[in-house]
Nanobody, 124 residues
Framework: QVQLVESGGGLVQAGDSLRLSCARS????????MGWFRQAPGKEREFVAA????????YYADSVKGRFTISRDNAKNTVSLQMNSLKPSDTAVYYC?????????????????WGQGTQVTVSS
């Protein structure tokens, strides 16, 4: 059974940084793409960033491009999201997702497993 556990959320001020981590257990980690999504109150879950199984390809939402960086360590079965220059609009619950395939994608339908989420709150 694949399990994803996120950590690293918290309350920060605008302009600060946070680093989220996601630990994956279960089947072979290195053969699937991973992604981060977020969901603000009253809104649908939206794509943030994705990384291919090899780590060579990354994909970002326009709203976070240049501020967020996704990375993975296949030896440790972890994927991380470094978030810099945070804005109040980044406030949301952040979810780690494990894809069906090896290709980085923003399509939520391509993600088979989800973590429980971690809250990120950015105050102005």
């Amino acid at each position: 059974q694949v399990q994803l556990v996120e950590s690293g959320g918290g309350l920060v001020q605008a302009g600060d940084s946070l680093r989220l981590s996601c630990a994956r257990s279960g089947r072979t980690f290195s053969r699937v793409a991973m992604g981060w999504f977020r969901q603000a109150p009253g809104k649908e879950r939206e794509f943030v960033a994705a990384i291919s199984w090899s780590g060579e390809s990354t994909y970002y939402a326009d709203s976070v491009k240049g501020r967020f960086t996704i990375s993975r360590d296949n030896a440790k079965n972890t994927v991380s999201l470094q978030m810099n220059s945070l804005k109040p609009s980044d406030t949301a619950v952040y979810y780690c997702g494990s894809s069906w395939s090896s290709i980085a994608t923003s399509l939520i339908s391509q993600y088979a497993r989800w973590g429980q989420g971690t809250q990120v709150t950015v105050s102005s």
